[in-house]
Structures are given as C-alpha cells and as structure tokens.
C-alpha cells in the first residue's frame, strides 16, 4: 500500500505517518522551537545537596556577566508562585517540591536558581558563577536507609487498594509446591531525545507557554493556579513532542518559573535545561522491591498468590505505582494476598514512566512464575496455561476479551520454542550457552472523556480539531485514518491539528487512552456528519439516494453511496445541507467515567476509566514475549540475538505503527534487563550515570532481530472501534523474558534488575 494511493482509507492500513515529511525537514515545530524574535534565555542552577537548605547566594560573581539580565532565587522569588496540589491529590503537579519558595532542599539536583540572560552563553556562564552555601543534612537515599519513612499505601492515599481473596497465608503453608523470593528493579529514566524545555511569552495579561507536553490543558489549568490567573489567558502550544514516555504528562517546577521570568523581564524567556538537569527536574522511575509467595498444587494450579512491594518516592510526594492491580489478577487463583507500601527518601519526586506499574510488578511475578515452572519441572507456557482465566479472581468479573494463550500458541510456533531443552545449560552455541525465555504481557484497557471538532468541506476536505497529543506514537496519522474511513477520503484531504489549548480538549497522553478515547470521538463526529447528508438525501426528490434507508448510507471515495454502490457525488449530496462546510463538536464519554467527565476534561482534570477500575468487567489487552539470550561460557557476556512478541490488543489501527510501536516496546523491555538503571552515590543522595554516556540504552547491535506479531482481535465491548491501545503493552514482561532466558542458559536466576554479566561472574559455569 502507498501512500498516493487514492482508494479509500481502511482502519488497520499500514500507512506512513502523515507527519513523517514534516518530521524529516525539520517543519515540525518542537517545544523550543517558537518562532519568537529576541528571547531571554535562562539556565538552571540546581543544588548540589540531597537533604538540607541555602544558607547563602552570593550572586555577585554572576550578575557581573555580560549580558546576564537577572538571577531569580528564592530570596527574590518566595511567594511568587503558588502551591497547587500533587496530582494524586487531585492537583496537576508531578512533585509538590515548590524550589524557590524556600531556602529547603529536599533532593539532589532541585532548582535553586534561574539565571536570565541575553544569550544561553552568558545565562550558563552566570549560572556557573553563582556561589551557593548550605547547610546539609544527611540524606536517606532510599531503601535501607537510616531516616527513610515507610508508608502502607492504604495510608498514603484513600484510592489505594491492595487487591485479596482468600486466605493466602494457608494456602502457602498448605501447596505441595512453592516459590518464595524478593525481587527488585532500579531508578530509571525516561532520557526523551527532546530535553526538557519550556518558553513563556506575555502579550499583556495572556501568557503563551510552548513546551512539549502529554497533556495540554492540565497544564494550562494547572498553570494558572501557579500564577493565580484565569486559565482563559493560559494558551499550551504543542503540536511535536520529541519523546515523552510519562515525562511530560504533569506539570514540572520549571515551568512556572519561566512564566513569572517573562512576566518581570517582559520578554519571552526560553530554557533548555541541560541532559543531566532533566534527571532531577522531570519524573523518572521509582526503584521497587518486591516479595512473592506462590504456592502450586503438583499439576501446576496456583493456590495462592502473595505479592509484598516497596517503591521509594520523595520526602512530600506519595507517589506510588501500585502494579498489584495486575500482577494480582493475570492467573487463576483462589487465595490472594497483596500490600503495596512507600518509602520516603530525600529524592526528586518519580512519575510516570511508560507502563509505571506493570514493568516492575509483572517483572517479580513473570520471574516467579518461571520458578515455579522450574520447580514442577513444566514448561513455561503450559503452566501458563494451567493458570489461564477469562474472569478476573478477585472480583470474578469477566475480561472482555483475553487471547493470551492464542499468543502464546502463535508465539511458540514462530519462536520454534519446541527446541527448547528445559534443562539449564544444555543449550550451546560454541562458547555460548543458549537461553530461551518466555513471560505474558498485560496492560489496562482505558479510556477518558474526549471531544473533537471535524469539518467537511464541499470540495471533499476534511480537518479534525482535538486537543490530543502525539508524543511520538503515530497519533495524528491514525486519528486522520479514521476521519478518512469515515468519510471516505484518500489520507491526503484530511488534516488533524493536535497539541494546542485552543482545541476541544482531549485526555492527556498517558495509560496507552488516547488512540481509544480520540479515535472513537472522532469517528462520532464523522458519523454525525454522515447521518445529516445521508437523511437530506434519502428524502430529497432529486436524489437517487431518496427513500434509502439513511442508516444504510454511507460516504465511499468521494461519494454517498447506498448498500448496492450506487449513489451521487459528495458535493451533490452535501450541498442539500450546506453551502459551504459541515462543521460538528463531538463528545463521548465512555464506559466507567463519571457523568461530570467533560466538565473535568475542560479544567485539565480527566480520569481513565478501565483496566481493573470498573465495576461490571475488566478490559486488558494481553501479549506473549519471547527472548533468545546468549552467555558466554567464560566471559559471561550477555548477548540477546532475538526478541519476539505476539499481541492480542482489539483493533489495530494502523498495522506499520503499531508493529513499530510494540517493537519500540520489546526493545525498550529487553534494555529494562540488560542496561537501564540509575545510579545513586549514596553517601550524598546524588545520581551519577546522567547522561547518555553512562546511562545505558542499547543500540541496533544490542538486539539484532526485534519481532512483532499482531494477532487479530475483535473486542465489541470495549468502544464502538474496538480498540484497546498499546503504547505501554510491549515493555512489559520483556525483564522478566531476559531473566528467564539468563536462568535457561545459566541455571543462575537474578532477580534484581539490571542483570549485569558480573552477575555471574564466579556462578559455576555449567
Ligand atoms: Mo505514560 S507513562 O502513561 O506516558
């Protein structure tokens, strides 16, 4: 299929991205890229303590920097700005750290000043200058620190839940067969390509703020709590997101910061914080630990299901992740017992890193579950079979749809992982010992409130207007499929605007919604579109539509036309109805969300709805991963040739996106194993590996052959198109697949992430 052709538009079509020229020349705009004549630059300073507070700032040095315009600290700035709750509180901040309102340090790396200049040069040159005192305290850095303060998560917020049945506790004591180990996964970070950027320009009382974002309109509401002005001043300009993955779906620090810069300079003021910065001053992921208890009877059934976990967050912030939602509810099993728990350290606030609770919850269960099957000397997918259900255990509500076994099936076949010798070690390449590993994927079905605006033009041009976000995934090429299916447009006449406050606003870019929330809203607004041509022609005289059924009628390649293809022209058909363009606001609200749900979304507040949070059911899409790992015999060099993942995720929008973005997945899950982590220096609370030098990712070399497949999947309840969303299914499971295929090629089982060959430097060499 190519993209000139004129035929119409099929939901699934594997389409170029109909941004991909803009994003190739360099039109598309960036959030630093503002076409804006003569702006301020700033450039952060940020403290060198983890715990502890400013005693001094001797800016002298600093403002004697030749272009250097002025330096915003907290002395200057105190109550500029003002407090706006946490976003599990309610509020739109991603960390309630407030720099600049105090002297207080709360973590390594925070903002303690902004040095504006006439040039970046002389704004980093003065940010250098800057001579800082403190008075430090010892920081807690995190698990097992002294000073760290733990928190059972039903206390940190009144929406946890730690999902049970049963009694868990015999049902352990009881199983013939049992798995008991603890787990853990490290810091990581999200490391987009785009740094992290935000420029504010005042055009009298209205502020425009360009920086890339997973979700416009929290920011512009959010925003104007800041600044305490109304959010009708507040416009959120971005239309290209250079990665996201979490980063940019709450409002950071920095970005009030800038605004009240440009209030007091009266200039625009751009910042580009550096690639070290953006390890502090954005989200990242939180390190976990975790403890599972499974207990088998001797064919493999699960009888009960512990899962214990721990998540380190900041001093203020109860941010928590809580997988559990999931890890409780991927098998069959009758005694279940879980409790989530947080831990304050003197660290930035975490957030949402793609997937935030599966890849560190299903890494412990997936692991466990390879033990177990070890343990029964069973193979991997059959005891994932044995514990296969179509009801949820906890609340035995029904998924709506779940083909996990249909990719396993698929999966083994073309993985040939019947080769497979079950015991450790046994497979050899030369001096390589060859490991197999297999996990299952699970990832929420959700969906938010949504609206769009679409116009139809006479001469067969259509637009779509909503406030979404494409931060990377193939957004605007799959809303602008639907709008051309719809309607019966070649691709080319459609136009989709996206990523501006001005638009109707959309959910924000997070939990895999926006292909199901945006896609179905559109499709709504077209099919209001179509029901107003179809009814002018079914009862006009000088139609040969008239006396159709209206319902029956639908727009083909540039025509209205009835069930037997016979019909009359767009413009013909649409000029009963107007004279220039059809012009439609949709809005939907979906299964689960509470009937306020649009009111929200215009204040920047949406909710998902789905995955385990709805009353009648459970909405998931599913996948098999599996991983071909090499060891060499005496280096332990760990080299992983093959990656291989089968999904089942309801309708596929767009088959070449969607095969990108899922191996876009399984690459990043295979480096969740293999590379990523964070390093702190204990002693000072203080990360050490920030920057792409030292933050591991791999490259091509790392994983040679990255494979998806896409099974089909009809699922009728979930929304009117079927889709389910799978942005976030691909990373998850993958660490556990890489760990399981260490332990097949070695018979060593890691179970804290990241697995690094000195892991296994000194374990026997089989
Ligand atoms: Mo995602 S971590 O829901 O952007």
Redesign the pocket.
């Known amino acids: 299929m190519t993209d000139t052709a004129e035929a119409n538009v099929r939901l699934g079509d594997p389409l170029n991205r109909i941004d991909a020229q803009a994003k190739v020349t360099g039109a598309a705009r960036y959030g630093s890229d503002p076409d804006i004549a003569r702006p301020v630059f700033a450039f952060l300073a940020v403290s060198s303590i983890a715990r502890g507070h400013i005693t001094r700032i001797d800016d002298r040095q600093a403002r004697a920097v030749s272009g250097v315009l002025d330096i915003l600290t907290h002395e200057n700035m105190a109550a500029a700005i003002r407090p706006v709750k946490f976003i599990s509180e309610g509020g739109y901040m991603g960390s309630s750290i407030m720099p600049l309102s105090s002297p207080r340090v709360f973590h390594a790396g925070q903002i303690v000043a902004v040095v504006l200049a006439d040039s970046f040069e002389a704004a980093r040159e003065g940010a250098h200058r800057l001579a800082i005192s403190y008075a430090d305290e010892t920081p807690s850095a995190g698990f097992d620190s002294e000073g760290v303060e733990v928190v059972p998560g039903a206390d940190a917020s009144k929406e946890h839940q730690d999902p049970k049945i049963g009694d868990a506790e015999a049902a352990f004591a009881a199983a013939p067969v049992k798995v008991d180990a603890q787990y853990s996964t490290p810091t990581q970070h999200h490391n987009p390509l785009e740094l992290f950027t935000t420029t504010c320009a005042w055009e009298a009382d209205k502020l425009t703020l360009w920086e890339s974002s997973?979700n416009v309109h929290a920011f512009k509401n959010g925003l104007a709590q800041q600044l305490g002005i109304n959010p009708e001043n507040v416009r959120v300009i971005s239309p290209y997101i250079g990665g996201?993955?979490?980063?940019r779906?709450s409002l950071t620090q920095r970005t009030a910061l800038i605004a009240v810069a440009a209030k007091r300079l009266g200039r625009p003021v751009k910042l580009v914080a550096s690639r070290d910065q953006g390890f502090t001053i954005a989200s990242y992921r939180a390190e976990t630990r975790h403890h599972i208890r499974l207990g088998a009877d001797k064919d493999g059934k699960l009888q009960s299901l512990t899962h214990e976990a721990f998540e380190v967050t900041s001093r203020p912030d109860p941010y928590m992740v809580s997988g559990t939602d999931a890890s409780t509810r991927l098998y069959a099993c009758p005694n279940v017992s879980s409790k989530v728990s947080i831990v304050h350290a003197d660290r930035s606030t975490p957030g949402?890193?793609?997937?935030?609770p599966e890849v560190p919850y299903l890494f412990p269960l997936e692991s466990a579950m390879d033990e177990l099957a070890a343990a029964l000397q069973m193979d991997p997918v059959e005891l994932r079979r044995v514990n296969d259900t179509k009801t949820e255990p906890i609340k035995g509500l029904p998924y709506t749809s779940r083909s996990l076994m249909q990719c396993f099936d698929k999966g083994t076949k073309a993985f040939d992982w019947q080769r497979r010798d079950p015991r450790p070690g046994s497979m050899r390449d030369g001096d390589w010992l060859v490991g197999l590993g297999c996990a299952s994927t699970m990832y929420p079905t959700q969906m938010g409130a949504a609206t769009a605006r679409v116009s139809l033009t006479l001469s067969g041009t259509a637009k779509v207007q909503t406030a979404a976000h494409d931060?990377g995934t193939g957004a605007y090429t799959v809303i602008a499929m639907t709008a051309a299916e719809r309607l019966g447009l070649p691709i080319q006449k459609v136009t989709v605007e996206l990523g501006d406050t001005e638009l109707p606003p959309a959910p924000g870019?997070?939990?895999?919604n926006t292909t199901a929330s945006v896609c179905n809203v559109v499709a709504k607004a077209c099919e209001e579109i179509r029901a107003k041509v179809a009814n002018a022609a079914s009862s006009a005289e000088d139609s040969k539509l008239k006396g159709q059924d209206q319902k029956a009628l639908r727009f083909s390649a540039g025509r209205l036309v009835g069930p037997d293809g016979a019909g009359e022209e767009l413009e013909t058909a649409m000029r009963r109805v107007t004279n220039g363009a059809i012009e439609i606001y949709a809005e939907n609200t979906p299964h689960g969300v509470k009937p306020d749900a649009i009111e929200k979304l215009y204040q920047g507040a949406q909710t998902l709805a789905g995955g385990a949070k709805l009353q009648d059911r459970i909405q998931f899409a599913f996948g098999a991963e599996f991983v071909e790992l090499r060891v060499h015999r005496i280096t332990r060099e760990i080299r992983c040739p093959r990656v291989l993942g089968v999904f089942a995720a309801g309708r596929i929008m767009n088959m070449k996106t969607a095969t990108s973005q899922l191996m876009g997945g399984l690459i990043w899950g295979v480096s969740s194993a293999l590379h990523e982590g964070t390093e702190m220096d204990r002693r000072y609370g203080r990360f050490y590996n920030t920057d792409l030098a030292e933050y591991l990712i791999p490259v091509n070399a790392d994983i040679p052959a990255a494979e998806v497949i896409l099974l089909p999947e009809e699922d009728h309840e979930i929304n009117e198109l079927g889709i389910k969303g799978i942005?976030?299914l691909g990373n998850v499971g993958t660490n556990a697949a890489v760990a399981n295929a260490v332990f097949h090629a070695t018979g060593v089982r890691i179970r804290n992430l990241p697995i690094r060959l000195e892991q296994l430097l000194g374990t026997a060499s089989i």
């Open positions: 997973q996201a993955f979490g980063s779906g949402f890193m793609r997937a935030p931060i870019a997070g939990g895999s942005g976030e």
